[in-house]
């Protein structure tokens, strides 16, 4: 059984995410299908545009198959670890690196996995209902899927931001920091969709939907994240942020760093410093080495039990706090 379908007409293949159950998350089958698809639909002339959407309207993509990675590192299964990432990794780079326009309709979450097989891509849509994050620190691990690459080439501080407290975008908000390319209002997705199918010039199809005016309002205060993540030091910026007495936003990133496992932060500090002068395949190159040697670690396991398997959301990260972590592990895991 295959959770993607896939058809070709008027030009366009569309691909359809169909695992609604788990709201989309990547398995192994799902990452070699669409690899299988998309390396086909390259060297086809019948085949102009390619068109991704979702079957759920909850979600696009809610990440990868977590709970089934941890249960590789659970079983010592390293192969599979390596096998599962790296071709996840190698869809990416596919998708960025596509001979032909690739268009995502993101209508629900699109989370971990879910935007590195949309943000590679050249046109990304949005709705109102968009809900765009990665929140890979919380269960023991790091923003990869190319992230280590696009977080540090958005807005000032955004991708430090994003990395470290897992916040969640809205669509007109990824629009404003570049994870998106278009806004389009939910109600009107059917009918940007069905002109894509039609095969009709992409600037009239996306016309039919955008909204303009939208798509660059945010309350994002960009200026704070500027201001306390625009540095790649943990220590220093959960110090900033806890020094801003009285700050709401500011004591709710710390709570939101604060989930995440201690060493996942300064794993993902470290990433995304380096990231900032890396090509995109040195960054996955680095993201796969990292992820070997992150998954076998205990905060993994854990932290993926907390949020996934038990869901009480109380994991117990070892070491429990940022300045107790070993500097040696963080270079480990890193490759430094």
Do not use: H, K, Q, Y
């Given at each position: 059984m295959s959770y993607i379908r896939?058809?070709?007409?008027?030009?366009?293949?569309?691909?359809v995410l169909d695992r609604p159950k788990a709201l989309n998350a990547l398995d192994q089958t799902m990452i070699d299908d669409m690899t299988d698809?998309?390396?086909?639909?390259?060297d086809d002339d019948t085949v102009e545009t390619v068109l991704v959407t979702s079957g759920s309207e909850r979600a696009f993509?809610?990440?990868g198959d977590i709970r089934a990675i941890r249960d590789n590192a659970l079983s010592g299964d390293a192969a599979a670890i390596t096998k599962y990432f790296g071709s996840e990794y190698e869809l990416d780079q596919l998708i960025a690196e596509y001979p032909k326009p690739y268009i995502t309709l993101i209508d629900g979450a699109a989370m971990g996995g879910g935007l590195g097989i949309s943000v590679h891509g050249e046109i990304r849509v949005v709705t109102e209902k968009a809900l765009?994050?990665?929140?890979?620190?919380?269960?023991?691990?790091?923003p990869d899927i190319g992230a280590t690459y696009f977080l540090p080439r958005l807005p000032a501080g955004v991708g430090m931001w994003l990395g470290l407290t897992g916040a969640r975008v809205t669509g007109s908000d990824a629009v404003t920091l570049g994870l998106a390319t278009h806004y389009v209002p939910r109600e009107r997705l059917g009918a940007v969709a069905d002109s894509i199918r039609s095969g009709a010039p992409l600037v009239e199809a996306l016309g039919l939907g955008v909204d303009v005016d939208a798509a660059h309002d945010t309350d994002l205060?960009?200026?704070k994240i500027a201001e306390y993540f625009g540095d790649s030091s943990v220590p220093?910026?959960?110090?900033?942020?806890?020094?801003?007495?009285?700050?709401?936003?500011?004591?709710?990133m710390v709570s939101l760093m604060a989930a995440g496992s201690p060493t996942s932060l300064l794993v993902t500090a470290r990433l995304i410093e380096l990231g900032a002068s890396s090509l995109l395949d040195e960054c996955f190159e680095r993201e796969l080495r990292a992820a070997e040697r992150i998954c076998a670690t205990p905060d993994f396991a854990e932290g993926v039990r907390a949020v996934l398997v038990d869901k009480d959301r109380d994991p117990h990260f070892s070491?429990?706090?940022?300045d107790a972590v070993d500097v040696g592990e963080i270079a480990r895991i890193v490759g430094d």
């Open positions: 896939s058809s070709v007409a008027n030009g366009v293949g569309e691909i698809v998309l390396r086909r639909w390259a993509c809610a990440g765009m994050a990665m929140p890979e620190t919380a269960i023991g691990f790091f205060p960009l200026t220093g910026i959960l110090g900033g942020l806890r020094g801003a007495v009285g700050d709401d936003w500011a004591a709710e070491p429990a706090e940022v």
